[in-house]
């Protein structure tokens, strides 16, 4: 079957840097995707890393390592507009997307 | 323009209750979907639906039927509410069915069910 964690919520300060991690267990895999959710509103698509290695995007990055069943998202230069929660999908072998339950990331000023 | 837009909102319902959830996307899209966020933050997937199949997630109880006019639109039914089903519903389109890589998702802003 599948797994996939990440940590239910993280605390950063505004300015500076968060990595949030997300591993997943899978027999097939398409790709993992990051989606921004915030509170009371629908997520909206952040990224998509098929292949290994960094995939940048302003102040978001994201990583992949496919071997090791592992992924982070990266934020830089952090807003208080970030808070929100953090969502990483990941694209099974029949293309059905088996989702987090998502990282809550708190910004302090 | 919004692009996938669903109504109502908020709905409050008594158990036993029949109620209808609209959806409806502006992208030209050709795929739909319904999903299920419960009080843990899971988004678990109902149903995808796409002029030619429907895909319908097992785990889903037959009291909810989804009902597509046309393609731009994908109601959700559901008959005879129960508690279990208060969560937030969302609608979603994408190009195709999520079977090319990197196709995106794009979501409506959430239907707040609360059965009482």
């Known amino acids: 079957g599948q797994n996939i964690d990440q940590p239910t919520e993280m605390t950063a300060t505004e300015g500076a840097i968060v990595q949030i991690n997300c591993t997943y267990q899978?027999?097939?895999?398409?790709?993992l995707f990051w989606y921004q959710q915030h509170a009371g509103e629908a997520p909206t698509f952040l990224s998509y890393n098929v292949l290994d290695g960094l995939e940048e995007k302003g102040r978001f990055s994201s990583f992949l390592s496919r071997s090791k069943g592992y992924s982070y998202l990266l934020l830089k230069e952090l807003q208080m507009k970030d808070s929100a929660s953090y969502l990483c999908?990941?694209?099974?072998?029949?293309?059905?997307?088996?989702w987090g339950a998502g990282t809550k990331l708190i910004i302090k000023p | 323009d919004t692009a996938v837009s669903q109504t109502p909102k908020y709905l409050v319902t008594q158990m036993g209750n029949d109620k209808s959830i609209k959806c409806e996307q502006n992208?030209?899209?050709?795929?739909m979907y319904w999903y299920k966020q419960d009080s843990k933050k899971f988004l678990k997937i109902m149903f995808s639906y796409n002029n030619k199949e429907l895909i319908i997630n097992e785990t889903v109880p037959n009291r909810f039927s989804p009902k597509s006019p046309d393609k731009a639109h994908l109601n959700l039914h559901i008959n005879s509410l129960e508690l279990g089903d208060s969560a937030v519903y969302f609608c979603?389109?994408?190009?195709?069915?999520?079977?090319?890589?990197?196709?995106?998702?794009?979501f409506g802003s959430g239907t707040q069910l609360s059965v009482l």
């Open positions: 992208l030209g899209h050709d795929t």
């Open positions: 999908a990941l694209m099974d072998s029949n293309y059905q997307l088996i």
């Open positions: 979603a389109s994408s190009q195709d069915l999520v079977d090319r890589l990197n196709e995106k998702l794009f």
């Open positions: 899978t027999s097939g895999f398409n790709g």
